[in-house]
């Protein structure tokens, strides 16, 4: 069917098959997506009922050089404008480890006890805050940046500083502990406390969840590149 009406961009598919195709400017193209992911569809968009197209306050989108535009530019509607998908799946992983994070920001990361005495050190008053600024980082990364892909490539930045950081910290906790056994009074023992484990168990979610977000988003550009 050709007509003529709104410029360039994604809208509602007429055909209801999908989320939203993509208008050419002049032809409804077999370039679709559904819940975010890119495919083709090549059936008549019109076949459930035509969608008028004179619509002249239509809202602008921005067209790519190619014919097969960038799955990352923000879907349109006839009526207006309408989020654009996220990995929802992927952003929930690294919400559970942004939490775990925080968990273990506040727990014990250094333990030693003796026969009179105990004493643990939380996470929180040394490198623990500065995995707790991650994940308070990692959540306004999902929550604010718009492009996934962006998004993800910051996640999985932020949870490899964080791994580190914890990776790091257990090592030398482990170290000190072990000394201050061999050197310290009978009776002493020493161990890396639970928190640093929650925070590497949290860094490792949250990767795993931006390469998640990476994968979906490769593999929604390879469909729509077939």
Known sequence: MVTSGPEAGWYRDPSGRHDHRWWDGTTWSPHVLTLGLRSVD????????????DHSDAPDSEVPDSDAPDPEV??????????????????????????????????????????????????????????????????????????????AWLVVATAVVAGAIGVRDAVDLSDKAARLVDQGPAGVTANVGIGVWVTIGGAVLALVGGIMALAMSSRGSGRAQR
């Open 74 to 151: 923000p879907a349109t509607d006839v009526v207006g404008p309408v989020a654009s998908s996220r990995p929802l799946a992927a952003w929930v992983v690294v919400f559970v480890g942004a939490a775990l994070l925080v968990v273990g920001a506040l727990l014990p990361w250094g333990e030693a006890t003796s026969p009179t005495a105990s004493f643990s050190s939380d996470g929180i008053d040394g490198n623990g805050a500065i995995t707790f600024i991650a994940a308070v980082v990692l959540v306004l990364v999902v929550l604010v940046v718009q492009r996934p892909r962006t998004a």
């Open 42 to 53: 090549y059936g008549d968009p019109d076949e459930a009922g035509a969608v008028d197209a």
